[in-house]
């Protein structure tokens, strides 16, 4: 059993920077490949970025390919997305989940979510 708690979400002009934090409870932490979904309102949840349990690897998203990055300190159980050149159609509440399935763009394959951060970006 993982619980992931996000973090570090707001309201943020165009242009603008934020990095969203999630942290694992637990001890398996290392042995997940984490990813990084949003949600719009009135859509489906979207992919944006994966990491591998090492961190060695990484998949984004190719709205978001070159503006953000993931990463994951498995030291602290924690997964990361730095957010620049943030646009108004970032906007959305953003997710993490934890799979087993190699950096996976399919929600389906990732078994535990945390209760999401609201990022907001104005124009």
């Known amino acids: 059993q993982v619980q992931l708690v996000e973090s570090g979400g707001g309201l943020v002009q165009a242009g603008g920077s934020l990095r969203l934090s999630c942290v694992a409870s637990?001890?398996?932490?290392?042995?997940?490949?984490m990813g990084w979904f949003r949600q719009a309102p009135g859509k489906g949840r979207e992919f944006v970025a994966a990491?591998?349990?090492?961190?060695?690897?990484?998949r984004y998203a190719d709205s978001v390919k070159g503006r953000f990055t993931i990463s994951r300190d498995n030291a602290r159980n924690t997964v990361y997305l730095q957010m620049n050149s943030l646009k108004p159609e970032d906007t959305a509440v953003y997710y993490c989940g934890a799979g087993g399935v190699r950096l996976s763009t399919y929600r389906g394959n990732y078994a535990y979510w945390g209760q999401g951060t609201q990022v907001t970006v104005s124009s």
């Open positions: 990491v591998s349990s090492t961190g060695s690897s990484t």
């Open positions: 637990g001890r398996t932490f290392s042995t997940y490949i």
